[in-house]
């Protein structure tokens, strides 16, 4: 039996803007549906983005990348959101800005190298031996608390575990008896506890228990059977990048989620590539190629390119994807003009997906289904508005007004949104174009008087 004990940790997630987007919505000839998993028209680049989604799948990506272009808020980084939906809930998806490689705490080939190792993913195989059952007793050998003598820890414990063929008592030491009282594990109770750590897994309620105390059925499950101890396959996803801080430090899995971050020695990654691929030939893992996502591509420079275009040969290489909204511009670092201020080097070896602005039917059903998404209703005339701020502005004008319009409507105590507090959102909150000029405006009164 395999079982997912721990989903890929996610921490350059900023996909808030995107949770409506559950995958491309295509059907199975990759033909765009107007309106499905969360996307609406943009179709040509969906359905392009359905053909790379298969390419991945088969392995014919290697070496290759993506290029996203369009302008400002056309979906560019949606549809890469979706991209890596399609692949699968446990690939990794790693959203970059090109700004980001810049910083004075590390070289930025060093952090370019480290974004592209989040993005490949290990599935490690475990076996492990469990105890598993339905807590059927539990006593506490309760003692006063050595550093606070008024409250009272769980000394010891004495576990009775059933399964439906079986039944143990077992006599448990101070860890693992402060564990069952933190977590407040009762009788009733199906749980696992990993023999070699003593860390202790929560199940759900048995059905029995569930019903003596009248609780909903989503945490019900079935009482196990066969023995109490036996063994288990255990599968989670690690990135390299994980791996290789782990190796740098040396300490336990819970370095895992500091976020403090540092150069790692080339050695050091090379021996983790080394320890990956024994794990493979071993048949205990398996890597998990994921998503580097890269914003605002025009201001990585030169350097960066050339770098970028090199790791994209090496065997473990992510598949990457570049956004940009500009056209020809100058290449960072250099004085040469090129398309996106990409290298044509690098241009060669990537795929080119546009995306268009939108059409006025198309602002409006994706306005609904963000407001549906966040839980905001919407009156005809305020969605009026929204699609005509959409229009004349941007959409991710309108999308962003979305929230204090809201806050506004509730000021009225009204839970739904109309005209009057899109209206005075608009009013208060600036699209970028307006603040980019109101600051250039200043700037010239400044730089004449
Ligand atoms: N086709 C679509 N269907 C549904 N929602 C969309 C679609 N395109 C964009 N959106 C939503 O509209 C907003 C703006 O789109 P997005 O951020 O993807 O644009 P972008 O092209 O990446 O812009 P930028 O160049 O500014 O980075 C987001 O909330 C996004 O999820
Ligand atoms: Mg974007």
Same mark, same amino acid.
Do not use: I, V
């Given at each position: 039996m395999v079982e997912e004990i721990r989903e890929i940790v996610q921490r350059f997630e900023r996909i808030g803007a995107h949770s409506h987007i559950r995958g491309l919505g295509l059907d199975e000839n990759l033909r765009a549906k107007d309106v499905a998993d969360g996307l609406v028209g943009q179709k040509k680049a969906r359905e392009a983005a359905g053909v790379i989604v298969r390419m991945i799948k088969s392995g014919k990506m290697a070496g290759r990348g993506i290029l996203m272009a369009g #302008? #400002? %808020? *056309?979906g560019k980084t949606a549809i890469a959101v979706a991209i890596s939906k399609e692949l699968g809930k446990d690939i990794p998806f790693v959203q970059a800005s090109a700004s980001e490689f810049y910083s004075a705490e590390m070289k930025k080939t060093e952090a370019l190298i480290q974004y592209m190792r989040k993005a490949i993913g290990v599935r490690i195989r475990e076996i492990k031996t469990v105890l598993e059952g339905e807590v059927t007793g539990l006593d506490y050998n309760m003692v006063p608390n050595?550093?606070?003598?008024t409250q009272k820890i769980p000394e010891s414990a004495n576990l009775t575990l059933s399964t439906k063929d079986e039944k143990k008592t077992f006599s448990v030491g101070t860890r693992i008896a402060l564990q069952f009282f933190q977590y407040g594990i009762q009788v009733g109770d199906v749980i696992m506890i990993?023999?070699? *750590?003593g860390k202790i897994s929560y199940l759900g309620k048995s059905e029995k228990s569930a019903k003596k105390y009248d609780i909903g059925d989503a945490d019900i499950v079935e009482v196990p059977s066969g023995r109490i101890e036996k063994e288990k396959e255990f599968t989670y996803v690690v990135t390299l990048h994980d791996l290789d801080e782990m190796n740098a430090r040396r300490t336990s899995i819970f370095s895992l989620f500091t976020s403090e971050s540092k150069e790692i020695d080339s050695e050091i990654r090379e021996a983790v590539d080394e320890q990956v691929k024994k794990w493979v030939e071993e048949g205990r893992a398996e890597l998990v190629p994921g998503v580097l996502f890269i914003d605002e *591509?025009?201001?990585?420079d030169i350097e960066l390119f050339a770098f970028m275009n090199r790791a994209m040969e090496s065997e473990m290489a992510p598949i990457i994807i570049l956004a940009s909204?500009? %056209?020809?511009?100058r290449i960072r670092g250099t004085d040469i003009s090129a398309p996106h201020g990409i290298p044509l080097d690098l241009l060669d070896r990537l795929l080119i997906i546009t995306t268009e602005p939108y059409k006025k039917e198309d602002i409006r059903t994706i306005l609904e289904i963000r407001s549906a998404e966040s839980g905001i209703m919407l009156s005809e005339s305020a969605l009026d508005k929204l699609t005509e701020i959409g229009v004349e502005n941007s959409m991710r004008y309108a999308v962003q007004l979305l929230a204090p319009a809201y806050e506004f409507s509730k000021l009225r105590n009204s839970g739904k949104v109309e005209l009057e507090d899109v209206e005075r959102a608009e009013s208060i909150f600036a699209d970028v174009t307006q603040s980019s000029s109101y600051l250039r405006k200043w700037e010239e009164k400044l730089i004449s008087s």
């Open positions: #302008p #400002p %808020g *056309t050595p550093y606070n003598p990993d023999k070699a *750590t *591509t025009h201001l990585m909204n500009r %056209g020809f511009s």
